[in-house]
């Protein structure tokens, strides 16, 4: 084949672009399968994870929700780096927000099968986000390919831990969001987590009975749930009891596009799920996600992108021998 001069000047500096890009990417970028070959002989660091999630989730659906949740909370709070797994008396699991998170022992117990077959190689923080991805495969999401090549953090503290309430406004989530570099779809997408796993009464009590000190229901919520929802958690209970986020109740474990079907129908349980639907912000791309078929490929799109938040690469952070080691200190108050 025969290349014009101007074709050939054209080329050559792409050429030098792309070498560029090549050689950053592998320093600093997230790749899909980093481990490959990083790892001894044949094993495949993914196969590793895959069958510790499975045998824990096998044993208790409500686990897979709980690992992605975790990946969401790694993420926001000073980058997917697994601090949210350091333990010590002022590390973020200590924060409010953290009190149901649930499945850091899985993380562990997954790491110690990595341990054993290519020790010091694989970080807890990509031990998080494979986690998270075999967790949606596990209810029926289908698989997404996750990047990896994360480092593990040194700090955790408490006080960095600023997640989004739930009865943020769409605008206030918005914002939350926008700070992670995520934009108003990734965000309607990534609450579309919602699609399984479950609240707790105290979270949206003020819905049912006070909402924002009207001494009335909120008006968006279905009078069907509404009624059923303050038989579940009566008025002055202490009895916290757990409510699917999907009200589809056929769907609490399936991550699908029924989330968005209910919350259309007024049926969100949570405040900041319901306005999804509602604020002119987010109603169309809700209705789109809610009469289309693509939800799951495009929430695995999402939790790639959300999974490359502030991440640590190449030589920064360290790869930890234990996920849930204890804080170190020194570092803490250096901070
Ligand atoms: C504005 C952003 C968000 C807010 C305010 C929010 C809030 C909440 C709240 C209050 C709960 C219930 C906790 C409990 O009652 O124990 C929850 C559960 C959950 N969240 Fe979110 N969330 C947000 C974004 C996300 C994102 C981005 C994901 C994942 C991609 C996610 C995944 C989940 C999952 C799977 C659960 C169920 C956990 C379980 O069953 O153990 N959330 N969220
Ligand atoms: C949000 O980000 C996604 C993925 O990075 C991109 O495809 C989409 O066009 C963006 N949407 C808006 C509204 O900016
Ligand atoms: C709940 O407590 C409030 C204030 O203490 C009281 O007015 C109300 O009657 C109680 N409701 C029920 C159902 O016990
Ligand atoms: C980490 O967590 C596991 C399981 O929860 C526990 O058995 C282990 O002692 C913890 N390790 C450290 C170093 O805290
Ligand atoms: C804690 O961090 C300090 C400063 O980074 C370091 O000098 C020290 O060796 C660390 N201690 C442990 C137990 O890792
Ligand atoms: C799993 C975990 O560490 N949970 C902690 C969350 O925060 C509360 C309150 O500080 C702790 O008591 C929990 O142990």
Known sequence: MKMSAAAAALALPLIGLILVNFTGQCHAALQVG???DKCMS???VEDIVSSAVARRVNRD???AAALIRLHFHDCFVNGCDASILLDGAS???TAPPNLSVRGYDVIEEAKRDVEEACPGVVSCADIIAMAARDAVELSEGGRYNVETGRRDGLISLASNVDLPSPTFSVSQSMAAFSKKGLNLTDMVLLLGGHTVGFTHCLLFQDRLYNFQ???KPDPTMDLMLLKQLRFICPQNSTR???VSLDQNLLSTFIVDNSFYKQIIGKRGVLQI???LALDPLTKDTVFSLATCNGFPVRFG???VKMGAVDVLTGSQGEIRKSCNVTNNDSNVLGF
């Open 273 to 275: 799920d319901q306005e």
């Open 91 to 93: 590390s973020e699991k």
């Open 34 to 36: 980093f481990y490959k």
């Open 240 to 242: 916290n009891t757990p």
């Open 61 to 63: 659906r409500g686990l």
């Open 301 to 303: 799109q999402a939790m």
């Open 213 to 215: 000190n009207s001494g």
């Open 42 to 44: 044949d094993t495949d």
